[in-house]
């Protein structure tokens, strides 16, 4: 009997162990959450999140900011794709480049992280102060699972245009998924945007398999039976459609997962590293 990759709809899955923070804000944290937006960065105010979800879901330790004290301007010197990948290596587009072994054997880095605030709009922000992550990885699995993700990402974060700022040195901990409930009260432009990229980006692909999967087996598939889908020519599943996608999240058959991010670490001498790098 194959066993399946999630026994439970999300809503039933375990707890996480965390201390969450009290739903109804009060100065002080109205003060801590205002501290992670980027008055620099370009976010549709219309996809964030309500900040009473937002503390819900980030761990309360990701609100205290790990001291930055490189003087301005040179923590806010941005930089861009090119520019990355020249130097370090790895793809222009990807979440997570990867370096070649030519490139690491160089700088030695190879947890990058790239997030565009257009898809993840509560991301962090501000270098040395948390934020929010969200993606599609399975339900119960760790962040490590994943051979893309490190214990620790060294984030950039895009501000706007091709401008990508260095935050700090990440730890990436497991938050509540997003409920079914949660995801209907979700504004229509956000369930909209999610659906939409989860149907067209490659990092979408594994939750369209699973989608697929459960509709011509009728049954959870197994992690063995997806990874084979995924390597198969047809492996793109753009049958599947936002609307699938949407039901499937609506009915907790498939969740948005979240993440909160900790600062834990800022390489004062990597950012003036930045500051150097050439134009391309």
């Known amino acids: 009997m194959p066993t399946p990759l999630n026994k439970h709809r999300v809503q039933d899955v375990a707890s996480v162990k965390y201390e969450p923070l009290p739903v109804s804000l009060d100065e002080n944290q109205r003060i801590a959450l205002a501290k992670l937006v980027n008055p620099k960065a370009e976010v549709k105010k219309e996809l964030l999140l309500k900040d009473e979800d937002v503390l819900h879901l980030i761990h309360h330790d990701a609100l205290q900011p790990f001291p930055v004290t490189l003087p301005e301007p040179l923590r806010s010197t941005t930089v861009t794709r090119r520019q990355l990948a020249k130097h370090y290596g790895g793809s222009e587009m990807d979440t997570f480049p990867k370096p070649g072994a030519d490139k690491f054997a160089v700088h030695g880095r190879a947890n990058f992280m790239c997030i565009n605030l257009q898809w993840n709009p509560n991301a ?24 893309k993700h490190s214990p620790q990402q060294v984030l950039f974060v895009r501000l706007s245009g091709n401008k990508w700022l260095y935050l700090c040195e990440y730890e990436v901990n497991e938050a509540p998924a997003l409920t079914t409930a949660q995801w209907r009260g979700l504004p229509n432009a956000v369930r909209t945007l999610w659906t939409k990229n989860i149907h067209e980006k490659m990092w979408g692909a594994e939750m369209r398999a699973r989608i697929r999967l459960r509709r011509t087996l009728g049954r959870e598939a197994t992690r063995s039976e997806v990874n084979d889908a995924l390597a198969s020519e047809d492996g793109y599943f753009k049958d599947v459609s936002p609307a699938e996608i949407n039901t499937a999240l609506e009915s ?29």
């Not at 102060?129 to 399975?138: A, E, K, N, Y």
């Not at 058959?253 to 391309?280: A, H, I």
């Open 124 to 147: 962090p922000q501000v270098p040395g102060h948390g934020g929010l992550f969200f993606d599609s990885t399975l339900p119960g699995d760790a962040w490590t699972a994943s051979e």
């Open 252 to 280: 907790g058959n498939e969740c948005v997962r979240t993440w909160s991010m900790k600062c834990v670490g800022y390489d004062e001498e990597f950012q003036w590293e930045l500051t150097q790098l050439p134009s391309y």
